[in-house]
């Protein structure tokens, strides 16, 4: 009954009136119009680089292409968020797309940042277990982790749907539009839970999972002298640090807002509502931050390769070729020839002489304070970057 009368009041209305648009308003339109004119294209163009002009695909070069589709996928909803802004009419799309397109956002929030946590983890063990690590990349566990990260996000993201509600609103000239807007019923536990679940569940979890990966890796390499950074491990710390600080501001404000409602402090929880647009709209751009961060990162290759020079960076991650012949060459032949110049190479970088035969490589060996076992380890190490 009551969703008729409102459809009537919006038919009886002028098609003249329109709510003015605030500067809140204003800046998220402006973000939201460079997400959609950067990021889709930016991340059509990566989708098409890893599919067509990557020959050999490495685990960071797959979980970029994830990245890419999911950041795409969200950038749609884009349209309608302006439309939202800049129509002055309310959300006229109705609640079913009102709960879609903000629990298609959540869910990109938690593709992103566990795709992230993925490829840390591929770094850390890379460094740290280059065998194990040589085991684990197949195709087969790498397409159960990525359906594992999707299955995950679609779960996390269920509440959002549940929190966002079409509310109706009648202004003065009888006009009754619809607003797309956070509920929660009145309830502070459903309030504090939304925000607090958030921030634990796609920043401290991931960020401390992240954190102590790369921690542990470059603990690695200090102890081992062995300094040496690919170019997988410098696409994917500039990853992160975007990552972190686009939505960082996001969820210092769910903190804010959650420690207000527990004091009872209205006024800090007022500060939290008023930033929290502005906040989210800036979290939005990340999904369209990453092309350009490859961009920069895959610069030097633009006037050689051309409109494949992504093509080129994502190809300077892939080390599994390498990786695998190495160990191929090794099991059949013990300390091969080729396993040896790999030891004489990373001899020279420790700046200790390395010598073929045997007794006089472990005395060498024993001279740099480093035994064979752990030279073999930072060999892998230097063929995987």
Known sequence: MASNSTTISQQSSPPYFTLPISASAWGGIVILTLALLLGFPGNLFVVWSVLCRVKKRSVTCLLVLNLALADAFVLLSAPLFLRYLAGGRGWEFGSAACKLVHYLSSVNMYVSIYLICLMSMDRWLAVTRPFMSQRMRTKRTLLLLLLGVWWLAFILSLPMPFYRSNVEKTFSVNVTLRFCVVSHGGSVGHRVFQYLFETIMACLVPFSLINTCYSSVICRLQSAKFQRRGQGSRLILMIICTFAIFWLPYHIVNVIEVAGLL???????????????????????????????????????????????????????????RTTSFFTRSSRSGSSPDEGSVLHTLSVKLGRPFKAKDKERSCSLADTGFNESEVRTLASVDQLE
């Not at 929880?269 to 647009?277: E, G, Q």
């Not at 092309?291 to 300077?316: C, D, N, T, W």
């Open 263 to 321: 004091t009872k402090k209205e006024s800090v929880v007022l500060a939290a509502t008023t930033a929290r647009p502005n906040v989210t709209a800036f979290a939005y751009f990340s999904s369209a931050v990453n092309p350009i961060l490859y961009v920069f990162a895959g610069s030097s290759h633009i006037r050689q390769a051309g409109l494949s020079f992504m093509g080129k960076l994502f190809e300077a991650t892939n080390s599994e070729g």
